[in-house]
Structures are given as structure tokens and as C-alpha cells.
């Protein structure tokens, strides 16, 4: 396992390390001023940054994908665009990025993140959030939203993915497809042994070259380039604690318990997405009855990467911002 979850950093974008002047903020109301703060909620601390709150707008909160990754590269990429018309609240999960460990390291439980971010909502002093989660990010707004439907305004989910069988024969799939000589000869050997489908599935990422984990998260190699920059440049590590919990919990139910929320849903899919495939965003199409269904023709597992203009224009257009 321990090549899954060393790699499922690669499944969000890192954060940096740098050093920090923002104050510690109780687990209060944070007043919507720009800046970052560390706040308190469940007796663990949060690293969280507001941006844009000139804009006095109904918050988008940032879920980050992983499990176990982090909001930096998305701050620097399509952040900034985001932040021309909204309030955009960031904030990196229990044990992820700039945000404090839980003592427990098994206290990662999917019912714990979704009142992580309940507790988020109220130290904002906000009765409503929009929510924009990728990859996991996307799993865990959509599970929040079902908890807490009255406190979700609007929901956007990209490139969603739940980390189930199905994902894993999408995976192995995609890593073929865009594969090396080298790597397909591995993959073939891989899938004649007796081992299970996880640890094929782990074995697969674990013999995945560099350029080949980039070929199979992009579309677009310059994008790819960019990825591999901001995450040497993050130093900050997945320790793949969370990944451990959520395939040791994991139900494979997201979309029958997504399915009839009406909360209205951007889903957005990169016609080359190899990572979580079109099968749980098409399932999100049909299970969610208020949804707009995007496809974007040159990307892969980062729509918000490799298109970010367009990305940028349809959550401005899906939220109603001027």
C-alpha cells in the first residue's frame, strides 16, 4: 500500500511551505478579510486564506482533492481568476498541507471531514457556502452537501472521483493507454498474476515512471510541466494517513447517497481524465437532479489547470456573479 498512498499526492496539487505572519484565530467568527489565519475547529488546527472579500459574495470554500493533498498549486493557478469575482475561501484538511495532524491517525473518518467543514461554515459567520471540490475534493462537498443541504448555496465538483474498484479498472486502463513500451510490457505482466485488484492497482502506480504519471494526469504537457514545478516547489508531503482510512472505510456508495440532492451541481469532466474517468461524473449526471454537466475537450485530471479561462467563465456563470 505503501505506493499508494505515496503517490496519491500526485491526485491533488501541493502547497508550500513558507513561512507564516497571519494570526491564530479562534474557532470564532472569522471576519471575511483577505489574508491567512489558522483557526481552531475540533481541537485541531487549520490553516485557512481568504481572497477576494471585496466582493462581499456568498463564499466559495475549496476542497482539495488527495485524499490527503492540498490547495497550493490551485491558489497560484485558477485561484487568482476565481478571486476576480468571488470571495474564495481556502482551507487544507486535517492533516493535509499547511493544517495540523490529528493525534488519532486513524481520526480521518469521512463523518469527521464533513463536520470539519461544518465548523468551517459557522467560524465564517456564514448560514450559506458555495463548495468547489476536486478530484476526492469533489466526494467530500458532495457528502457535505447531503449532510447539510440548508448550508450549500451552489456546488461544483471537477474531475470527481471516488476511489472505488471501478476507479481502480479506469486507472490501470488509462496508465496502459498512455503508457510506455516499458510500462505496458509491466502492466501486462501485472495483470496475469493472482495478487488482488488493489495490489495490482498498487503496483502499477508503483512502477509508473515520472513522465508517466504525467502523461496520465494531462492532457497537455506544458501543464503537466507546470504541475511537477509547484509540487517540487511545495515540499510539503501526502503521508497518505487519510488515503489509508478512507480505502479502509470506503462503501463505494457515493452516488446512491448523492442520488436525488437537489442542491444545483456543476460537474465538470476532462474528456482525457484517466484518473476518474467519465463513468462517475456521467453517474453524478443522472443521479443529481439539478446538475449542469461540462465537458472539457483538452484536458485530463485538471480541468482548472489546462483550461482555466473557460473554467474560470463557467463557475462565474453558474454562480450568477457580475
Known amino acids: 500500500m505503501k505506493h499508494l498512498f ?40 487549520y490553516w485557512v486564506r ?26 497560484r493557478t485558477i485561484g487568482p481568476q476565481l478571486e476576480k469575482f468571488a ?7 486535517r492533516g493535509c498541507g499547511r493544517s ?6 486513524e481520526d480521518y473518518q469521512l463523518k469527521t471531514l464533513i463536520s470539519d467543514l461544518n465548523i468551517l461554515r459557522d467560524s465564517l459567520g456564514v448560514q450559506k457556502m458555495n463548495l468547489l471540490g476536486y478530484s476526492f475534493g469533489g466526494e467530500l462537498g458532495l457528502r457535505y452537501a447531503v449532510a447539510h443541504q440548508d448550508q450549500v448555496e451552489k456546488l461544483i465538483v471537477s474531475a470527481p472521483a471516488e476511489l472505488s474498484e471501478a476507479n481502480m479498472l479506469v486507472q490501470l486502463q488509462g496508465f496502459y493507454a498512455s503508457g510506455d513500451s516499458s510500462l505496458k510490457a509491466g502492466i501486462r505482466k501485472i495483470l ?3 495478487t488482488t485488484l488493489e495490489q495490482k492497482y498498487n503496483r502499477v502506480w508503483s512502477i509508473s515512471s515520472s513522465a508517466n504519471v504525467d502523461r ?23 503521508t497518505g494517513l487519510m488515503a489509508k482510512v478512507y480505502l479502509k472505510h470506503n462503501k463505494n456508495d457515493l452516488i446512491p447517497t448523492v442520488s436525488g440532492l437537489a442542491t444545483p451541481t456543476l460537474i465538470i469532466s476532462g474528456a482525457h481524465d484517466k484518473n476518474g474517468g467519465f463513468h462517475t461524473g456521467l453517474a453524478l449526471k443522472k443521479a443529481l437532479p439539478n446538475n449542469t ?18 473554467f474560470a467563465a463557467d463557475v462565474k456563470t453558474f454562480l450568477g456573479s457580475k
Open 6 to 45: 505515496s503517490l496519491l499526492l500526485f491526485f491533488a496539487l501541493c502547497a508550500c511551505t513558507k513561512p507564516y505572519t497571519s494570526s491564530w484565530q479562534p474557532a470564532h467568527k472569522v471576519k471575511f478579510q483577505d489574508g491567512e489565519r489558522f483557526i481552531s475547529l475540533n481541537n485541531i488546527r
Open 50 to 75: 481568504v481572497a477576494g472579500s471585496q466582493h462581499q459574495t456568498t463564499p466559495i470554500v475549496i476542497i482539495h482533492g488527495g485524499p490527503g493533498g492540498n490547495n497550493y498549486s490551485f491558489e
Open 87 to 93: 470571495t474564495v475561501v481556502y482551507y487544507e484538511q
Open 100 to 105: 495540523e495532524a490529528p493525534q488519532n491517525p
Open 192 to 194: 496475469k498474476d493472482t
Open 216 to 238: 496520465f494526469l494531462f492532457a497537455q504537457p506544458e501543464k503537466a510541466a507546470l504541475n511537477r514545478k509547484l509540487w517540487q516547489e511545495s515540499k510539503l508531503k501526502n
Open 293 to 310: 454537466f461540462r465537458i472539457y475537450e483538452n484536458s485530463a485530471h485538471f480541468p482548472d489547470m489546462e483550461e482555466p479561462e473557460r
